[in-house]
């Protein structure tokens, strides 16, 4: 295990004051935290896009408080000193803000994580301010917002327009104002995250495909490793294609099975001659 200081607000902070880049990845399972762990990323977040990466789904919206509360125990599990974000999942918060408290609520109590995550705009501010006030810190997501990708019409850039590069900016400073540590924005042009990261005077920029002008990035796991079958989305980078050398780890497994090398004698055990000579007797 790790023996790093546990990462808190005032780390992050203390990183943003000092121009140190935030690293932020996502990640589902406890083998994976530990990893995370031992890298000393900063922040993980417990993306409700498992919904896609880990359980196959074509969008985010299937997955259930009980999915995320599951996941991110196992992940603070494996890392016990990044700071561990639980990711609100579709409807657990859009209903009120008395949802979004007590869900919020769950997070921090059966997680042990160190804060939450929503998306949305201005519509949302009430919601993030409901929870900040129950002691909770709430980032911010704007951009592209998965939860929302039917009326965003697709996976697409967000804000390349000045009208709605505006609406953004807006959005932005309503979420500052109602108490977020930090805004997510995840596709949105680089001249307008630098904008943003200009303006912003509370609260921290974490950049998804949108640029080098923020206090931090994120990257999806499964993307930056090849891990994710469907489709790989332009703003990732492919850090090692773990795909591939599990692919060809199977494909060896299969065959050498099927051809008698799988296993060997050190892939299994032995018993001694006087047992085997009393357990034969015993069922002759
Ligand atoms: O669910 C998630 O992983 C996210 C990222 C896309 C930012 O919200």
């Not at 099927?258 to 001694?272: A, D, L, Y």
Request: some cysteine; overall charge negative.
């Amino acid at each position: 295990m790790s023996d790093r200081e546990k990462v808190t607000l005032r780390t992050l902070f203390k990183k943003v004051e000092e121009g140190i880049p935030i690293t932020m990845l996502t990640c589902y399972d406890y083998p994976t935290a530990h990893f995370q762990e031992l890298a000393e990323v900063d922040i993980i977040l417990v993306g409700d896009s498992l919904g896609m990466t880990m359980l196959g789904y074509d969008s985010t919206l299937p997955v259930t408080m009980n999915d995320m509360i599951r996941h991110t125990q196992a992940v603070r599990r494996g890392s016990p000193n990044s700071f561990l974000i639980g990711d609100m999942p579709y409807m657990s918060y859009q209903p009120s803000v008395e949802s979004a408290i007590r869900n919020a609520g769950r997070f921090m109590a059966e997680t042990g994580c160190d804060a939450v995550k929503l998306e949305g705009g201005s519509e949302m501010a009430d919601r993030i301010a409901g929870i900040v006030s129950a002691g909770i810190p709430t980032m911010g997501h704007l951009g592209l917002t998965p939860q929302s990708v039917s009326a965003l019409g697709g996976f697409r850039v967000q804000g390349r327009g000045a009208q709605q590069a505006k609406r953004i900016m807006d959005d932005s400073k309503a979420l500052e104002d109602a108490g977020a540590f930090a805004i997510l924005y995840e596709m949105i042009p680089s001249r307008l995250s630098k904008i943003i990261t200009e303006k912003m005077e509370t609260c921290f920029n974490i950049s998804l495909g949108s640029g080098p002008h923020a206090h931090g990035q994120l990257l999806i796991y499964h993307d930056m490793f090849g891990l994710y079958p469907k489709f790989k989305p332009r703003m990732a980078k492919v850090f090692a294609d773990a795909g591939k050398v599990i692919q060809d780890g199977l494909k060896a497994y299969v065959k050498e099975v099927r051809e008698g090398e799988f296993p060997q004698p050190e892939n299994w055990f032995s018993m001694s001659d006087d047992e085997f000579d009393q357990l034969m007797k015993s069922i002759e």
